[in-house]
């Protein structure tokens, strides 16, 4: 399953890295990319909690998930 | 730099190139961290990063760290070492036509000062017969509006995106917002109000407007901003206001042209600063919406075309 969310705040490549690196983490997580210019973050997922883990681990470090 | 501290672990200080913000601390920690090492200190401003590791651990941490673009430093090499490319400069730009998220801010006020400058350029030529009256030719008195627009626009483009960085800006970054602002805003209503209705009009008027912009941005990071910002007013107030007088009879016109483009010029160089320096926008909620764009910018040319042509000695014809 994939699932762009649309994160506000990111400003720049570390922001990127950042989330790329806390989504990656999580169990059931199998890709992550962001971009940070079109503020959004795709992630592709083979169990269904794996989505709301990773929109906690976005907002937890100062991002806001949109949509 | 390293020092021994115990178990065959040493204290490492690296300098790093391509550290600008506290997300790039966050991820330099989080390498560091996963390859076993305990972060001492890390800062962006300085491109330094402290850490406790065994030898082996060094290099892979530092090559880690350089795939992610932060590379070991050499002496002399700033910790930025992307500051002063002009391609940074190019890609904010056409971010900002693009209307890209991380600057949604500033792509949504220069849409509003875009709507709000025309919008004022039609109601000045809806009333260009019965208000504006004794500046001279019509191409005179044509330019003066157009150059009252711009500059109420431009203030209160660079008002309210300071206005969104309130409360989370460096007591140096404070100033600098107080003192552009309130230089800019002083020195183009000084030097115009200067230009129609003689020194004394022109430096009240031009001080007046100017200290109370930069009071009002400069106190977004305290009384050092405020200082700044009320310093830079008084200042360029008396200044455009003098040099308009000066002028008055050697191409007055022109200059106040090559001072409104220099100055949109460097409101948008603040701009700019402040998303390198701060990031995005922080509380974009201090934007407002468009009816307060316009109405603010349609208020500060009202104020200003009101005390040109009805100051005490106004207007002057010019030339």
Redesign the interface.
Known sequence: MDKTLKVEKMHCRSCEMLLTDVISEIDGVTKVSADFRKGTVTISYDQPAALELSKKAVEKEGYTVIG | METTVSDGKKEYGLRLTGM??A??E??IS?VAEQSGACVKDVDSRNGTLKLVCDEKSLDPIKRKLAE??FKERREGELADSGRGDPDRVKDYIF?LLAG???V?VEAKLTNYAVASSAILIGLGIFSYGSLFKGFGSSSTTTALLLLVIASAVMTVFSYLHMSCYRKSVSCMHGMMIGMTIGMMGGFMTGALTGATNGMFIGSVVGMAFGIALGLGVGRFSGVMGAMEGVMAGLMSGTMGAMLSVMMINDNLMIFLYILTGVCAVIFGGLSYMM?REA??A?NPEYSGDFKKFFAASALLSAMLLAIMMYGPKGPIPLR
């Open positions: 600008t913000c997300t790039c966050k991820v989080r992610r673009g971010s890209e998220p991380h949604e998303y990031g995005s922080p």
